[in-house]
């Protein structure tokens, strides 16, 4: 029997990445992205490209407004995003950190999961780039498992939730080799913190800024969308 | 200065005598509750008047959708909710069980926590009347607490979250006995999983027949409006 996972998937590099590894591992695909009130939106159209070029079983959008309580340049308007600063080594939490975020994924994951009898669940969480980003932690994956385990059916039926982070210890170079390998278009996905409105990057934002240093390490021409001002260059 | 708590409010019985004992405690109340597609929807404008009457700070109810993935007979209307079968000493999970639904509203809360300065969270579960929803039970709100910690601001600056269960042990008569000292108006609140669109109580889901029975135990007129052909007696 083919074994299913559910995949978050937020049209970025990272979980582009993740939805191919867990393709290529032989799972089938549950696609979950979420329109949380974020500023970069086209990212689920993003979302919904990679979903289709990677053979994702089903990709579901789910809608909840986490702006309302604001808290994050990258949901509330009144905060900018940083640019031209890179978040890389920070030890301090980033304003672009969207409180208890992949608390909230992941439980709407193991929702899902649960009725679907997908057991297993990928994030694109990196610990090398982000490490101000306590949600992206692997003490946090741990203890969100034991979470879910106890909270769910789990417990009653003896089984365990499974947290794939294949990309928790790699290096955006890293990652887009991996990504390459396993088939991911990366035109196709959507990394900026604050592209326009086409989806062209800005160039400038920490996520910008580590996805062309990635693509410059790797030796691979950067497929990235720029707008035309914003290049910087 | 006045401590801040997210009190999650169904408009039930159990989250408003949650709240007014939040209240006095000495909590400034922040009350959240979610429309999420359940059936009994006018539980929404239960937790509204609860809210009020008990002096929450603010009321809000958070949109999401969990019907959309069923596996629920809250949520899916396929599934029907069982009458004359109570739940109470059930070693199995109920089909009224919503799939990771206390993973999913904790979370959501320690969002708004998290940006709110609340770091005291109050939840109505049970684990005396419902043995059968694995989270409503002690060792997951333990374990959801360890998952909060490591994966919010917590972590980094050195404070733990508090999730409140007051009643936890408690029997519905006992309940009943603390909310009424507490100031609650029971007569606000709806407990049925199915009521009719007037907020009228079926009298024979399990969450009718021990609200009830709790009534009678403790002495107290039952003021729950009960509808017409429901009440079976």
Request: charged content about 20%; overall charge negative; proline content about 4%.
């Amino acid at each position: 029997m083919v074994k299913k996972a559910i995949v978050l998937l937020s049209g970025g590099l990272d979980s582009a990445t993740c939805l191919a590894l867990a393709k290529r591992r032989g799972f089938e695909v549950y696609a979950l992205s979420f329109d949380y009130g974020q500023r970069h939106r086209c990212e689920l159209e993003a979302a919904h490209r990679v979903a289709e070029a990677l053979g994702a079983t089903a990709h579901r959008i789910f809608n909840m407004d986490l702006s309302q309580w604001g808290g994050s340049a990258l949901t509330d308007r009144s905060i900018d995003v940083p640019v031209d600063e890179a978040a890389e080594g920070s030890d301090t939490i980033p304003v672009t950190y969207v409180p208890a975020r992949n608390l909230v994924f992941l439980s709407l994951a193991a929702a899902w999961g649960e009725v679907l009898g997908a057991h297993d669940l990928f994030i694109g969480v990196n610990n090398v780039d982000y490490s101000g980003y306590p949600d992206c932690r692997p003490k946090f994956i741990e203890a969100f498992i034991a979470a879910a385990d106890a909270g769910t059916r789990a417990v009653d039926e003896k089984w365990h939730w499974r947290v794939h982070t294949p990309l928790q210890n790699l290096g955006k170079k890293e990652i887009i080799e991996l990504g390459i390998s396993a088939g991911v278009d990366y035109s196709l996905t959507v990394s900026c913190y604050d592209p326009d409105p086409t989806g062209a990057a800005c160039g400038h934002c920490a996520s910008c800024l580590l996805r062309r240093a990635g693509f410059a390490a790797a030796g691979v021409p950067d497929p990235t969308r720029y707008r035309a001002q914003g290049r910087g260059e």
